[in-house]
């Protein structure tokens, strides 16, 4: 049951450039938004999470926006790396339960 | 170690054994998470623990699955009579408590032949 669309599946990105990765949801219900970075043969590991009172949340070169009438939220990688090339997903909480609900992930190549 | 810890890494066997994976979440966290990521897909929610208690195992896809929690702290996935739509990682996640953010193991690959 795909309640969180995301996308694109896969982005190119040179060195230097913004990489943006969008989520879409459908059910208004939610309390938490984080995004996971995955490596491969790693588990995701928590890159920055927002809340729905808030429209945006930056923390070094990442950044959350929040747009709660369009129900949608992004990611935006500024000055992006080959370090930042990795799988990223998007999730959320609903305001029920403790169970994370993901996207089916955005595979990220940052060009040297 | 610091972080959730599961075992085996990987593991492979034979359609119709029983499989048990485990996991060692980081010490005091009193909520625990089992997901399923099959390959190339997002996580798929399998089960939550709070403390001993499992108030939220609607993730299990079948009667084949099971998990349990002990002393507060391991947590083991049971998967009966395996078969091949079972292939895939399983993630464990733990949190402080059920409304903290969630960290995630590196998982085990489990092939089933």
């Known amino acids: 049951q795909q309640q969180v669309k995301q996308s694109p599946q896969s982005l190119i990105v040179q060195k230097g450039g913004i990489s943006i990765i969008n989520c879409a949801y459908e059910n208004t219900a939610f309390d938490y938004f984080p995004w996971y970075q995955q490596f491969p043969g790693k588990g995701p590991a928590l890159l920055i999470a927002?809340?729905?009172?808030?429209s945006e949340k930056k923390e070094g070169r990442f950044t959350i926006s929040f747009n709660k009438s369009a129900k949608q939220f992004s990611l935006h990688i500024m000055d992006s790396q080959p370090g930042d090339s990795a799988t990223y997903f998007c999730?959320?909480?609903?305001?029920?339960?403790?169970?994370?609900?993901f996207g089916k992930g955005t595979s990220l190549l940052v060009t040297p | 170690g610091a972080g959730v810890s599961q075992s085996p890494s990987n593991k492979v066997t034979e359609k119709g054994k029983d499989v048990e994976l485990r996991c060692d979440p980081i010490s005091g966290h009193t909520a625990l998470y089992w997901y399923r990521q099959r390959l190339g897909q997002g996580l798929e929610f399998l089960i939550y623990?709070?403390?001993?208690?499992?108030?939220?195992k609607s993730g299990l896809p079948s009667d084949r699955f099971s998990a349990e929690r002990t002393g507060e702290s391991v947590s083991t996935l049971t998967i009966q009579r395996t078969q091949q739509e079972d292939s895939a990682v399983y993630l464990c996640a733990s949190s402080q408590q059920g409304n903290q953010p969630q960290h995630f193991g590196d998982g085990t690959r489990l092939s089933i032949l």
């Open positions: 999730a959320f909480r609903s305001n029920s339960g403790y169970a994370l609900n």
């Open positions: 623990f709070q403390g001993n208690s499992a108030p939220d």
């Open positions: 927002i809340r729905p009172d808030v």
